[in-house]
């Protein structure tokens, strides 16, 4: 769980960049080149542009945020992409007691949500799937990860890397460089521990980097998830290509080529 640090008396307003990147992978199996293409079809309606922007939208909410401008595109064939420009409603909330007055930091607006699709339906065996990335980028006091919840919850989510990185310095009252304003361990510390039952997890912390990772893997699979409605998940043939599936989501979590 997020604990928050003694807060520093800034001097000025936060400029801190924080960003995460959040990169996930969904799987199917498709057995002909006519599931193949209504998989795409359906995975281009559910997360269209327009849908997509509006995910943005609910992050940018969630973490205090507030949407400034949008630009959004579908693409031909497949594949859509959302940027929205955000300012830092948070900062504007911070107050520090100085000789018990107090004082209001400025409005931000160097910060930006963007999402990008990516549906692969050209593997030789049939294992289709769906990547998307999307990177929070703020200035100012938002912690972005607050918005990882949500993430999960709109997405299904097979694979997932996570990214955390702090760069930049702000200082304090005293004029002394302040490189980190929150403290963290984990990347895991922000999701909900429901989610994270359903994961095998590893983390990479490099603290004095100001750089976090993590990784995540689904355990257990639901075999009607990741075939068309009809086709029997206990058949032979649906076992096997659901060990493909199983290797797919391995290769993919360890970097393997192939």
Not at 110 to 121: E, F, G, I, R, V
Request: charged share 25%; glycine share 4%.
């Amino acid at each position: 769980m997020f604990v928050p640090r003694e807060r520093v008396r800034l001097q000025g307003f936060n400029n801190l960049t924080k960003v995460v990147s959040f990169n996930l992978y969904d799987f199917f199996v498709a057995r002909t080149d006519d599931e193949r293409h209504a998989y795409v079809r359906y995975i281009d309606e559910k997360f269209s542009a327009e849908r997509i922007t509006d995910m943005l939208r609910e992050i940018a909410h969630i973490i205090d945020a507030e949407v400034l401008s949008v630009s959004a595109q579908d693409y031909e064939p497949q594949g859509a992409s959302s940027l929205v420009l955000m300012s830092d409603l948070g900062q504007k909330k911070v107050a520090d007691e100085v000789m018990g007055h107090t004082t209001v930091g400025a409005h931000l607006t160097k910060s930006h949500l963007c999402a990008h699709t990516y549906p692969d339906w050209y593997d030789p065996k049939g294992i289709c799937s769906f990547r998307v990335d999307i990177d929070i980028a703020t200035c100012g006091t938002i912690v972005p990860l607050r918005a990882l919840n949500f993430m999960f919850e709109s997405f299904e989510n097979d694979v997932v890397i996570i990214d955390y990185v702090v760069r930049g310095f702000t200082r304090d009252a005293e004029g002394r460089r302040v490189y980190m304003d929150h403290t963290l361990k984990s990347i895991q510390d922000f999701i909900d521990p429901k989610i994270l039952a359903d994961y095998h997890c590893e983390d990479l912390v490099l603290q004095n980097e100001n750089i976090w990772q993590t990784k995540m893997m689904r355990t257990r699979l639901d075999p009607s998830a990741y075939f068309p409605p009809d086709v029997d998940p206990a058949a032979p043939e649906s076992i096997a290509r659901l060990d493909d599936v199983r290797r797919e989501m391995v290769g993919i979590f360890y970097g393997w080529p192939g």
